[in-house]
């Protein structure tokens, strides 16, 4: 067989061809890692946001969860805590909307329930991939909507919170709704506080609820203040009566009721609601 004629390549022509041929090779190898790159993240987008499909708010109060939210002390993290679960769940699908400026922020999660419990701290900001952390500023609050799972049936709850960056010493505060206020000197000296529209309540009551279950935090307890708080509720009745809950139970404080508020100074408690006598 006759061999075929062998053409040498131009050492000019050489070396040029070898660095397109290393820049191909490169430039292939960037491209397959980008792609799958943005698969591995699209698969993640998928598997980890689930929009809360449930009505909301449909189940009775009495039957809700009790949550809490409460910020740190540096005023760039939010406690979500789910204390008591009434009707049957494993998991919770939640979804946390605020306002920060003028714009709207967010961020969602799944927790797995242990005895009717879970918790988890989340950041008012973002995290880029090598760490690098941007704060959200200028928060006011917003919304929180959960979806409970994995029992006889899913459910799902939403209400209001408002974040309080107090750094104009203010004493006194008040719900997103306009219904609820809170006041204490000692306040003054708090730098982060969050009021909770809460979804449900802890334990039984057996009155006829007229309001919200309302929940003042903060980034340091507040159980350890001794003076008193005076907490003011509006009411359309006469016959009102502030319900506190003061961690292990439930109590009727002394309320006096005029021009469609309730009010009653007393000892600070986790959660306030108004109810009818």
């Known amino acids: 067989m006759p061999k075929l004629p062998f053409t040498k390549i131009p ?65 760039h993290y939010i406690t979500l805590a789910i204390k008591e679960v009434k009707k049957d769940a ?70 209001a919170w408002r974040y309080f960056t107090n750094k104009d010493k203010e004493s006194s505060f008040s719900s997103q709704d306009g219904k609820f206020s809170i006041e204490n000197a000692s306040l003054a000296k708090v730098s982060h506080l969050v009021i909770y529209n809460v979804p449900g309540y802890p334990g039984k009551i057996s009155q006829e609820l007229l309001s919200d279950p309302y929940a003042l935090s903060a980034d340091s307890s507040l159980e350890s203040l001794s003076s008193n708080f005076t907490v003011t509720l509006h009411s359309s009745s006469e016959e009102a009566v502030i319900l506190g809950y003061d961690g292990q139970k439930w109590q009727e404080l002394d309320t006096s009721v005029s021009d469609g508020k309730a009010t009653t100074t007393s000892p600070y408690m986790p959660l306030y609601v108004l109810a009818k006598k």
């Open 90 to 159: 494993s998991k919770v699908d939640y979804e946390m909307e605020y306002q920060t400026g003028s714009m709207l922020q967010g961020f969602q999660g799944l927790l797995t329930l242990k005895n009717g419990q879970a918790e988890e701290k989340k950041l008012f900001g973002s995290q880029s991939a090598g760490g690098a952390i941007t704060y959200h500023e200028d928060i006011t609050g917003g919304s929180f909507l959960a979806q409970f799972e994995g029992g006889s049936e899913d459910y799902a709850v939403k209400s």
């Open 11 to 75: 050492k000019k022509f050489l070396l040029p061809g070898i660095i397109v041929l290393v820049l191909l090779l490169v430039g292939a190898a960037w491209l397959w890692q980008r792609n799958s790159q943005q698969q591995a993240e699209n698969t993640q987008k998928t598997s980890t946001k689930k929009k809360v499909s449930q009505p909301v708010n449909v189940i009775p109060v009495a039957d809700r969860p009790y949550m809490t939210l409460t910020p740190s002390s540096d005023g």
